[in-house]
């Protein structure tokens, strides 16, 4: 059972290149999400997916797309890199619902650098 | 803004102690969650406690929630070296579809000494 899955565990980019996070969850989870997590700030949500064809905007979604592209797989885009987006990317899932109370999922991270 | 703020920052203590971990929130909660995190690592989730639950306990983890003072404590009794990691709080505000969105703390890392 490998839970949530991230692809690649590490990355580095030029200024203005593009490139895809991959993740994919095999827990059959409803929703999921991407946090970035910078020092002395935690984790900040970018994006969700409470299911599957739906996605809203977190806290800071400036410069990144998301793609709900089934219900195991949740991908996020950085269109033109910049190096404020330096950070390591998190991909969470849940099963997430009406009343429901349960945890999250993390899989290991994306350490992204953008030079 | 984080919706949790944690206190202490930073936490050193020598194994055998208990270590106390604080969070603050803002707005209603669905349920208030507790995470862990190593170096390097994905977190890890450790306990959950609802909005209508005052008290819970989990192996030699004790966690209140006080909504009326919108806070919560994380207490780890008698430490060990393997304890030392970062400490995060979420918030569930729940609602409609945000169910299951958490809005994480900025954490307190546990330094426990052998």
């Known amino acids: 059972n490998a839970g949530v899955t991230q692809t690649p565990k590490f990355q580095v980019l030029k200024t203005g290149q593009s490139m895809t996070l991959q993740c994919a969850q095999d827990m059959n989870h409803n929703s999921m999400y991407w946090y970035r997590q910078d020092p002395g700030m935690g984790l900040r949500l970018i994006y969700y997916s409470a299911s599957e064809g739906t996605t809203d905007k977190g806290e800071v979604p400036n410069g990144y797309n998301v793609s709900r592209l089934n219900k195991r797989e949740f991908s996020l885009r950085l269109e033109s890199a910049a190096p404020s987006q330096t950070s390591v990317y998190f991909c969470?899932?849940?099963?997430?619902?009406?009343?429901?109370?349960?945890?999250?999922?993390f899989g290991q991270g994306t350490r992204l650098t953008v030079v | 803004s984080q919706q949790g703020e944690e206190d202490p920052q930073a936490l050193s203590i020598q194994e055998g102690e208990n270590a106390t971990m604080n969070c603050s929130y803002k707005t209603s909660i669905n349920n208030l969650q507790w995470y862990r995190q190593n170096s390097g690592r994905g977190l890890v989730h450790l306990i959950l406690?609802?909005?209508?639950?005052r008290e819970k306990h989990s192996g030699r983890l004790r966690v209140t929630l006080d909504t009326s003072k919108k806070s919560s404590s994380l207490l780890i009794t008698a430490s060990r070296a393997a304890d030392t990691a970062s400490y995060f709080c979420a918030t569930d505000a729940g609602g409609g579809t945000s169910y299951g969105k958490l809005t994480f703390g900025q954490g307190t890392i546990l330094t426990v000494h052998p």
């Open positions: 969470a899932s849940s099963a997430q619902g009406w009343g429901m109370n349960t945890e999250a999922f």
């Open positions: 406690i609802r909005s209508n639950e």
